[in-house]
């Protein structure tokens, strides 16, 4: 299954306005945390799986990446991409993420931040990503916090006054297909538990040497209205893992 929302001229539309996608990373809750989780970029060779507007492409050049492979299946996402790009040694091309199909060692990291819950076999994915990384290379990833996918409403329960109540939580062990909505759409993304994320690098090799679950700033604490609540629950899994090789 590739799905490809962002290619829908309306559902287009809502995802620009999002304040992430005028403002960047540092517009996006989650990048302190993401980025807390980047190993050295300097000299590196980086590829960015789910690149969007390649907020992370740019920035890994900044922290002077030798060169920087960003894919994306959105035509609309790489074309803006491009347009905010000035830099020959960032690459943007339009790929699903289940068609990836790069040389061996070709990659010193991977990243893909809020992608692979879209993705419906990850086990394949943490498989091809481990045989594309270099021995030592770093993979670093963020999904959607199973805690958060495990409903297809995301969203809270509330009282007859709008208070929010709790966090439901249920179904959390029934892994796969969750239609949800997003931006006035439906879309697809699949749940599977945190032990599924974390056993399937495991069993591709992996060593993990991160695990996040981040929680809101104190600076987000004081600026953004009804952010408390984000301290409730984790929104936001995050994994750092290293290519090791020789016997698990």
């Avoid at 945390?33 to 900044?62: M, Q, T, V």
């Avoid at 931040?113 to 993705?119: D, K, M, P, R, T």
Wanted: proline share 4%; net charge negative.
């Amino acid at each position: 299954m590739r799905q490809n929302k962002y290619d829908d001229s309306a559902f287009f539309a809502n995802y620009s306005n999002m304040p992430r996608s005028i403002g960047g990373l540092n517009a996006a809750g989650e990048w302190q945390a993401f980025r807390a989780l980047l190993p050295e970029l300097n000299d590196k060779k980086i590829l960015d799986i789910g690149c969007g507007f390649g907020w992370h492409c740019r920035y890994a050049r900044e922290q002077q990446a030798q060169s920087v492979v960003g894919i994306d299946l959105s035509e609309n996402m790489l074309e803006r991409a491009r347009a905010m790009t000035n830099d020959s040694q960032i690459t943007y091309r339009r790929l699903a993420i289940e068609d990836m199909d790069f040389a061996a060692g070709e990659f010193d990291v991977v990243i893909s931040s809020l992608a692979l819950h879209y993705v419906e076999h990850f086990h394949i994915i943490c498989r091809k990503i481990y045989e594309y990384l270099v021995p030592g290379g770093t993979f670093v990833l963020s999904v959607e916090h199973p805690v958060f996918t495990s409903i297809p409403a995301q969203d809270w329960v509330y009282n007859s006054q709008g208070e929010k109540l709790h966090w439901p939580v249920d179904d959390y062990y029934s892994e796969g297909i969750r239609q949800t909505r997003f931006l006035e759409n439906d879309v697809i993304k699949f749940h599977r538990t945190v032990a599924t994320y974390m056993n399937a690098l495991l069993e591709s090799g992996f060593q993990i040497t991160k695990l996040s679950e981040p929680q809101p700033t104190a600076e987000m604490l004081a600026n953004i209205p009804d952010m408390q609540d984000e301290l409730r629950r984790p929104m936001f899994l995050m994994i750092a893992a290293v290519k090791v090789e020789g016997p698990q």
